[in-house]
């Protein structure tokens, strides 16, 4: 759920969501999403002050908490 998620409000605020891809990667009993997106769409990914970025962010971990898991969002 939390993966489809993140591709749904990322792929809503780019312009090129055929050039995004994510990557979910296990490390210490959490998981670890990295959104990688076209240089020229980062910064709506990340928002003025990284305020729509930070919303991701606890949004995802809202849905880890119900889902009784940790998870972070990395964007590269």
């Known amino acids: ?3 489809e998620f993140i591709e749904y409000v990322a792929g809503a605020l780019i312009d090129h ?5 994510l990557t979910e990667v296990e490390e210490d009993g959490m998981t ?3 959104l990688h ?3 020229r769409d980062i910064g709506k990914v990340i928002g ?5 970025a930070r919303a ?5 971990k809202v849905a880890s ?6 998870a972070v969002l990395e964007i590269e």
């Open 65 to 70: 908490i119900q889902n009784h898991r940790r």
């Open 56 to 60: 991701m962010r606890t949004l995802l």
């Open 17 to 21: 969501p055929e050039e995004m891809t």
């Open 37 to 39: 997106v076209a240089s």
């Open 48 to 52: 003025r002050r990284g305020r729509v």
């Open 1 to 3: 759920m939390t993966r």
């Open 32 to 34: 670890v999403y990295q």
